[in-house]
């Protein structure tokens, strides 16, 4: 097992494929039926591509090496904790505010928690975020996986609220609730543009094979 860039994040190479695993938090516990490693008594979670967009940009190139000083996340869309475990995973120090607005998704979320003690579950509309202002601590890094036509704009206002000054933002834009009538690749410009009058693009990276017509910016707030 050999440790990536970012450190927590570790990959074996077989026939030419490369697998990302994680250090489970948590010896012995599946979040999603993924497969457990064992070696030299450490126990690692693979951090599948097809589960995960983070996991995905990753394997794609995604620069992700500031994942290494990160304290406090803030995540948006937070579904049942797949892709907020991993994050847990890796980091084991910070906290992370993982947020939903389905009371289904959050009760598995809760479930995760549980277990994690860096993960803080918040039920909320993440296009409200004067809602939750008060339960939020200032993020080095917010995380937004949401599947609405407006998600861009969900993503500015609460990088504008909560994202330190300096601090890095990650969104996963899914380009067919967006608007199902126009090419992913017209979508992506379209977003990247409104995205770059507010802050800065560091990276933007098509997650195809792994996830089908989604599209991936690393950003950084002026």
């Not at 250090?23 to 457990?36: I, M």
């Not at 693979?46 to 940009?57: C, G, R, T």
């Amino acid at each position: 097992m050999d440790e990536s860039k970012i450190k927590g994040v570790y990959f074996q190479e077989k026939d030419g494929r490369k697998k990302l695993f994680t250090k489970n938090l948590c010896p012995g516990k599946r979040v999603h039926k993924e497969f457990l490693l064992m070696e030299h008594n450490t126990e690692y979670r693979e951090f599948d591509p097809f589960k995960s967009k983070l996991a995905a940009a990753i394997l794609k190139g995604g620069d992700l090496e500031f994942l290494n000083e990160i304290k406090t996340i803030l995540y948006l869309g937070a579904s049942s904790g797949t892709t907020v475990s991993y994050l847990s995973d890796i980091l084991p120090e910070s906290t992370i505010f993982a947020l939903d607005h389905a009371p289904r998704v959050l009760r598995e979320l809760l479930h995760v928690s549980k277990e994690r003690g860096n993960v803080i579950p918040i039920l909320a509309d993440a296009s409200k975020p004067e809602s939750y202002y008060w339960r939020i601590l200032p993020a080095d890094f917010l995380y937004q996986d949401i599947a609405q036509r407006n998600q861009t704009e969900i993503f500015l206002k609460n990088c504008d609220l909560f994202l330190k000054n300096k601090g890095y933002a990650c969104l996963a834009i899914k380009a067919r609730s967006i608007d199902v009538t126009k090419s992913p690749k017209k979508i992506y410009d379209e977003e990247k543009e409104k995205l770059a009058r507010h802050v800065k693009i560091r990276q933007m990276i098509v997650l195809d094979p792994f996830e089908k017509d989604h599209c991936f910016f690393i950003c950084q707030k002026h």
